[in-house]
T-cell receptor, first 117, second 113 residues
Framework: ETGVTQTPRHLVMGMTNKKSLKCEQH?????MYWYKQSAKKPLELMFV???????ENNSVPSRFSPECPNSSHLFLHLHTLQPEDSALYLC????????????????FGPGTRLTVL | AQKITQTQPGMFVQEKEAVTLDCTYD???????LFWYKQPSSGEMIFLIY??????QNATEGRYSLNFQKARKSANLVISASQLGDSAMYFC??????????FGTGTLLAVQP
């Protein structure tokens, strides 16, 4: 596989469920990101990991819990979510997470479409 | 606070014609970069083009070019010779001292045959 993959592609869960989203990058990158994309709103950065260390938590509620066991894998653990958490969750990776370099663009996965009932 | 504004929620263009998608930004960073991404209905965000704030020439990548006007804080995307496959959402984004990107609300482009 190449690029950034995300599983599952679609997820429906109740408010009392616990589920996890998985992201894997095959690009040899050192930084990984979680974004939330809600309808008619800009993409919102949630978390940033650089060399497996969390460097950004954009005031995300604790019902979202990220985990980065290594530079290639990123998880988003979900529990007791609310209906307003329904959105497309996108994972991305880039070569470096500290500095903005020319062509240090972020490569995105296809996203997980989450619906909370 | 940093902000990206895309004033066109939707655009139509005839196949083979050129189209300009607007983007303005607001930042106090001295050094920054501007990105354009394409998001087809499949959901994946596809990187298109990058412009650094100190680049003197406008960026070009194939049929994509970026009309960068630093004094006006605008970074419009120009797509030449539109194709049906160009129909998608287009997002402008800005990154500053770190690689934390701020995205606009996007423009939905529809290419008509």
């Amino acid at each position: 596989e190449t690029g950034v993959t995300q599983t599952p592609r679609h997820l429906v869960m109740g408010m009392t469920n616990k589920k996890s989203l998985k992201c894997e990058q095959h690009l040899g990158h050192n930084a990984m990101y979680w974004y939330k994309q809600s309808a008619k709103k800009p993409l919102e950065l949630m978390f940033v990991y650089n060399f497996k260390e969390q460097t950004e938590n954009n005031s995300v509620p604790s019902r979202f819990s990220p985990e980065c066991p290594n530079s290639s894998h990123l998880f988003l653990h979900l529990h007791t979510l609310q209906p307003e958490d329904s959105a497309l969750y996108l994972c991305a990776s880039s070569q470096d997470g500290d500095t903005l370099l020319p062509y240090n663009e972020q490569f995105f996965g296809p996203g997980t479409r989450l619906t909370v009932l | 606070a940093q902000k990206i504004t895309q004033t066109q929620p939707g655009m139509f263009v005839q196949e083979k014609e050129a189209v300009t998608l607007d983007c303005t930004y607001d930042t106090s960073d001295q050094s920054y970069g501007l990105f354009w991404y394409k998001q087809p209905s499949s959901g994946e965000m596809i990187f298109l083009i990058y412009q650094g704030s100190y680049d003197e020439q406008n960026a070009t990548e194939g049929r994509y070019s970026l009309n960068f006007q630093k004094a006006r804080k605008s970074a419009n995307l120009v797509i030449s010779a539109s194709q049906l496959g160009d129909s998608a959402m287009y997002f402008c984004a800005q990154g500053g001292a770190t690689n934390k990107l701020i995205f606009g609300t996007g423009t939905l482009l529809a290419v008509q045959p």
